[in-house]
Each structure stands twice: as C-alpha cells, then as structure tokens.
C-alpha cells in the first residue's frame, strides 16, 4: 500500500520527503511477505530516488550509521545516497568536530560528499516555538546547513528560493 501512496504522491507534488525509522537492521527480503515496519521502510527506500541517510554527530550516531550502511548495502538498492551528520559539535567529537566526522565517514562512504550540520542552539529555541528552524532563524548556522543540502538535493539554487518565505 505505501508505493501506491508514494505514486499518487510522484502524480501531485513535484518533491515528496519522507521520514522513516531506522530500522531492525535485520535482512527484509526482495518480496515482501507480511507488511512488516522494516518491509515497509525498505518499500519506501526502493521507490526513492534519493535517499538522505542523517546520523547524529556522535560516537553513537556513527556507529548506528555503519551498521545502517551496511543494511542499506544488503538491501542492494541502486538509489543515490547522500549522507549527512547532524548536531556535529566539540563535546561530542573533540576540538575539531568537522574535520573529525569527516574522517569517521570517509572510512563508511568512501568517495562521498559529507554533509555536516553543525549543532546550533537556536534548533532549541525553534523547537520551543513550535516552528521550522528554517523560518525561526534562516541565517543560523545549521537552518543554513539544512538550506544549502536541500538546494543541492533538488538541484535549485538560491535564485529559486528567493520568493520563498521560510
């Protein structure tokens, strides 16, 4: 039923964004049988055409992102997968925390372009209004971080986004 969901969407909307779980990580075969959550999520994956594969900026984070790209690997789906590192900062990852991320995933997706989003405090204050970071604080480091991955994703440039309010 969710790949009829997302064709009615690719019929109406010129961009469609998903948010999935992460997944048991245990191996979904290529026919689904029982519409189980990880059947479903790699429903959702195969019919993607880019898939944004977000990690948190910690040793955690990095290591669930190994073990996800190695389930995404086994699912065996020829999609562009653009990773991006969320909430990068010092405490977590040391003095350097872009440099060191950016180590730390070169050794996962060799060949990659990284895309890090620092961690921001304003992300807080946006969650506490209830509103986009994006629209509470446009220029802040992260809403621009987010920004820029979204224009590279899409293939805009700032020149689409200008009659735009966030």
């Known amino acids: 039923g969710i790949t009829d969901v997302l064709d009615t ?13 992460a997944g048991s990580l245990d191996p979904v075969p290529a026919q689904p049988t029982r519409g189980g959550r990880d059947e479903v999520l790699a429903a959702v994956l195969r019919a993607s055409d880019v898939v944004l594969l977000v990690a948190r900026g910690d040793a955690v984070g990095l290591a669930r992102c190994a073990r996800s790209l190695q389930w995404w690997a086994d699912l065996g789906v020829d999609i562009p997968l653009v990773p991006v590192v969320n909430r990068v900062a010092a405490a977590a990852t040391g003095p350097r925390p872009t440099t060191a991320v950016t180590q730390a995933m070169g050794v996962l997706v060799p060949g990659q372009t990284l895309h890090v989003v620092p961690e921001d405090p304003t992300l807080q204050e946006a969650q506490l209004r209830g509103v986009p970071l994006v629209a509470h604080k446009p220029r802040s480091p992260a809403a621009r971080s987010w920004l820029n991955l979204a224009d590279q994703v899409l293939g805009e440039g700032q020149e689409a986004r200008r009659g735009v309010r966030h």
């Not at 969407?9 to 779980?21: G, I, L, Y």
Request: some cysteine; proline content about 0%.
């Open 9 to 21: 969407c690719r019929e109406v909307a010129r961009t469609t964004v998903v948010d999935v779980h």
